[in-house]
């Protein structure tokens, strides 16, 4: 009986794929109509290629004047290198050092919510920060994006030391705080 099954399902199977095919070729009236509407109209024009004026080199002939290509170096004359090397060899920043959580944000975006005072007596300033965390910092910590480092924290304010970029390729210190907003 599971033969006579078998003979029957693959019959059907059959007669249902035979039936799907023949019914793919109707309804194709309308696209032959369409493409018979498009044959009959007259062809359109195809414009020429443009023509393109040939390449005309350019000789440099100013070899004698300042290379476009090159620094211009915009430092006063009295300026001696012995100078320049001790400036350069100036205050850094610590670029080996790990960053704190706080050093991802910018100082403006920093807020001072309070202090606490633990059993050593070592003041602690509660820093809110933008990812709306509270961090603790006490001195000798790094905050805000232009490598500040807390030098005292005090019931008011966090005051920092930053080392900022003075435009001339080397640093300078600048003081800055975080003062208590009530």
């Not at 170096?73 to 012995?82: A, G, L, M, S």
């Not at 920093?110 to 990812?131: Q, S």
């Amino acid at each position: 009986m599971t033969a006579k099954l078998q003979a029957l399902l693959k019959l059907s199977l059959l007669g249902l794929v035979t039936a799907m095919l023949a019914g793919c070729g109707e309804g194709l009236g309308d696209l032959r109509q369409f493409v018979d509407q498009v044959r009959a109209k007259p062809p359109g024009r195809i414009e020429p290629i443009p023509e393109f004026t040939p390449y005309q080199n350019f000789e440099y002939t100013s070899h004698d004047l300042r290379d476009p290509f090159k620094l211009v170096d915009f430092r006063r004359p009295e300026e001696v290198p012995e100078e320049i090397a001790q400036l350069g060899s100036g205050i850094r920043p610590d670029i080996d050092r790990v960053k704190e959580p706080l050093e991802d944000f910018p100082l403006d975006t920093l807020r001072l919510k309070g202090t606490i005072d633990d059993k050593d007596g070592i003041k602690w300033g509660l820093i809110f920060a933008p990812d709306n965390t509270i961090h603790r910092v006490i001195e000798g910590n790094y905050m805000g994006q232009n490598h500040g480092r807390i030098i005292a924290v005090t019931d008011q304010k966090i005051e920092l030391t930053e080392i900022v970029p003075d435009g001339l390729g080397n640093y300078i210190e600048r003081s800055s705080a975080v003062a208590l907003i009530e």
